[in-house]
């Protein structure tokens, strides 16, 4: 009798396994959403709408991309971490959302780890710290100098309070030994005017966001927080290089869908999207907006989501940031 009862059940534990099979061999058969955590227009909105309608090429059914704002990302993930875990509903994972928010708020409404099966990071972004163009300083080093001179007086501009800008350069004060003032801005377009109108000395953002002030000039960069250096600004030293060995400020959005997702479909559309992600029209486009491409595998970008958790939380901590 027992015997019986374990024969049914490897059976039923066969028939369901080749039914998920075919499930995924079918996917997808419907439109697919891809929700974003930002306005329309903005990079990572940019981003969803390149690699969309490429899906959609190659796979004959609708992607639409959703957007989702507000409340750091929070609404978006939110929503997505909810939705039925079948492969049509999938979120541009920002590190904002997945690597900041988790340290920075005691009660989220979605788990970047749990409620989630990650399945590549798409792109990269590193961080670059910036001075006018008339600024005194010439390197991180002179920064540093004039810094400790003037006996915590100086101060530096962000995006906003807790972001990747203002969490950089906390983390950068730390490792420097400095105390800056903190004047945060709604976004990055009024910290550049007050950066180059010489209202704020320095600040940290995305190089996406700089690099056409330095380029034309309006901007001096002091130095980027990769450990390689940039292929958009060669000349400018790394951080690192400057006396701050492995110090690392990453942006970075990626594409996860929500946990329990099928293995298979996780893998059919990581494989598709790497594909897409080295395409010459998709990497020219992403060249142009100053991204870094990655399509790592799906075991990489779970484990570099962890890492990039812990490093932030402890920024957070150590700092004393506290969400608005």
């Not at 507000?70 to 929503?79: E, M, R, S, V």
Request: charged fraction near 15%.
């Amino acid at each position: 009798m027992a015997r019986s009862a374990y024969a049914r059940l490897a059976i039923c534990v066969a028939l369901s396994a080749l039914a998920t099979i075919a499930w995924a061999q079918e996917y997808p058969s419907k439109t697919i959403r891809i929700i974003v955590v930002f306005t329309p227009g903005t990079t990572t909105d940019i981003l969803a709408r390149l690699i969309g309608p490429k899906l959609t090429e190659a796979w004959g059914q609708p992607v639409v991309v959703d957007n989702r704002p507000g409340a750091a990302g929070i609404i978006g993930a939110t929503l997505a971490s909810k939705a039925p875990p079948d492969g049509y509903t999938l979120l541009v994972s920002t590190s904002s959302a997945f690597a900041i928010n988790p340290g920075l708020y005691e009660k989220l409404s979605y788990d970047a780890i749990e409620d989630f099966a990650p399945i590549t990071n798409m792109v990269m972004t590193p961080q670059v710290m910036v001075v006018s163009a008339s600024f005194a300083a010439k390197s991180v080093g002179e920064l540093v100098a004039l810094a400790k001179a003037q006996s915590g007086k100086m101060n530096y501009a962000s995006i906003g309070i807790g972001s990747t800008s203002q969490l950089t350069m906390e983390m950068f004060s730390s490792n420097a030994g400095i105390k800056l003032g903190h004047v945060a801005y709604k976004g990055s377009p009024p910290a550049h005017t007050d950066i180059i109108g010489g209202q704020i000395p320095v600040m940290f953002d995305g190089e996406p966001a700089v690099l056409p002030f330095i380029k034309s000039g309006k901007l001096r960069g002091l130095g980027i927080a990769s450990i390689p250096r940039s292929r958009f600004l060669p000349q400018l030293p790394t951080i690192a290089e400057q006396g701050y060995p492995n110090f690392e400020a990453i942006g970075w959005s990626g594409l996860v869908a929500p946990a329990k997702t099928p293995p298979q479909i996780l893998d059919k559309i990581h494989a598709e999207v790497v594909r897409i992600l080295q395409t010459p029209d998709v990497q020219e486009r992403l060249t142009s907006l100053a991204f870094t491409p990655v399509g790592n595998s799906r075991d990489e970008y779970a484990a570099y989501i962890k890492s990039e958790i812990a490093k932030w939380s402890k920024v957070i901590k150590d700092s004393g940031v506290k969400p608005e």
